[in-house]
DNA sequence: TATTATAAGTGACAACGTGTCACATAGCAA
DNA sequence: TTGCTATGTGACACGTTGTCACTTATAATA
């Protein structure tokens, strides 16, 4: 977390230091950022930096939570949008997930973050989830109300959070694939859907009666 | 890749090396470990180092490749066992892999070499170890072969190959969170278990027809 | 206005890590 | 002995980090 410090700045004072952060982490990784080049970028003095964040991870966790995409809304109307439906509602979700991580003016940011960082995403998604489901949804409803739970396999509420936990790790994971591999938009949104069609429907030919 | 000097050493002076720098990255990442502590560590000059390995990325995809359990031997001998049954075969490749590494002497390495991985690192250290070994089976027999088709909704070869890849991520996915909320091996175990019958029979409760 | 307390800014500095290079040494064949 | 090749070495230049004694700005108060 920042210091009181930053958050006290001026304006211009704190987006000339979170352009100059931009700038060194949308074309390095966190390990190859150097604070000597932020600090050059923004044209604070080194002294300074160490007064607004603790280190380089400090403030690259700050950045991440303010240019994350909120995307608890967009997963919330996009299952009220395909009226519960597991599939269609994950596959509208993931597709303008997917659209968004892609063209964000952030892309290069992203496409870093993606490509370097695993353990801290799952980690930051995961916490993301949990504060949601504990709060409730600005609109007072959770996602998993939204989901119908009447044409899953699902015995508790418990078990539909997993499932829901699971397939927001298969998205990023599919995203970070299509970032490794330069797969497009379309491409990487394919590859999406149909690990999410593997999961709902299964690979394997129905039995005569569900396990 | 090591160079050619580094083969020619005595088994000695590569074993002294090979165990300084498995204490180094027993207990730091690849980004925390460093040179001079390895060298430090092997008794070994600086300058020598630098005649052996490229930099420390080329040491730790040596050591990865070499210590790397070769997962295919493993996986065919499972769905031998059980008889090419999709489900069947993945549960008991996986779990015999995920006791492997978690009861391996090389835990600490394998431990933090999960913690710290991330897509790159994971393919990067991929195409190493393809360079280094061809491709193929010792035995020239392929997993593909030895995999029951007709219980699966697989249409083509291509299909299941991009099956099997993923199940393969969605284990070492598994471990990594495994070693990450510090499960024990049953519980990684089992969460494994899930995701694959997840993936196997779907969540959805059966269609009429499949999709 | 002068005084004083608090907040913010600064860059030199020590400590540490990297990769290189000119040079040293060992082994061996002619 | 000479020469050739492989291997060993550590000082060095360079870059990065986090700190610290010190300076400057801001604002409240007498």
């Known amino acids: 977390m920042p210091t009181q410090t930053f958050f006290n700045l001026s304006e211009e004072k704190k987006k000339r230091l979170i352009a100059g952060a931009m700038k060194e982490f949308s074309t390095k ?3 190859d950022a150097s604070i000597s080049n932020i600090v050059k970028n923004a044209t604070i003095s080194r002294g300074s930096f160490y007064q607004y964040f ?4 400090d403030l690259y966790f ?4 303010k240019f994350r995409y909120n995307y608890r809304k967009l997963m919330y109307d996009s299952f009220v949008k395909e009226e519960g439906d597991f599939f269609k509602g994950y596959k509208n979700f993931g597709e303008k997930y997917i659209l968004y ?3 964000s003016p952030k892309f290069g940011f992203f496409e ?7 353990y801290q995403i799952n ?6 989830f949990d504060k949601a489901k504990g709060k409730v949804m600005p609109e007072g409803k959770r996602i998993v109300d939204v ?9 508790t509420e418990e078990e539909l959070v997993s499932i829901v936990r699971y397939l927001l790790s298969v998205l990023n994971d599919t995203i970070m694939e299509g970032f490794w591999k330069e797969l497009s938009i379309e491409e990487t949104q394919q ?3 149909k690990r999410l069609e593997w999961i709902t429907y299964g690979v394997a030919v129905s039995q005569k009666e569900e396990d």
């Open 101 to 103: 991580i892609r063209q």
């Open 112 to 118: 870093n973050m993606y490509l370097h960082m695993n």
């Open 191 to 193: 590859l999406f859907v």
């Open 147 to 155: 989901i119908k739970r009447d044409s899953l396999k699902i015995n």
């Open 123 to 128: 980690q930051e998604a995961r916490l993301d």
């Open 29 to 31: 990784s966190l390990n």
């Open 62 to 65: 700050y950045l991440i939570g």
């Open 54 to 57: 603790e280190d380089k991870k």
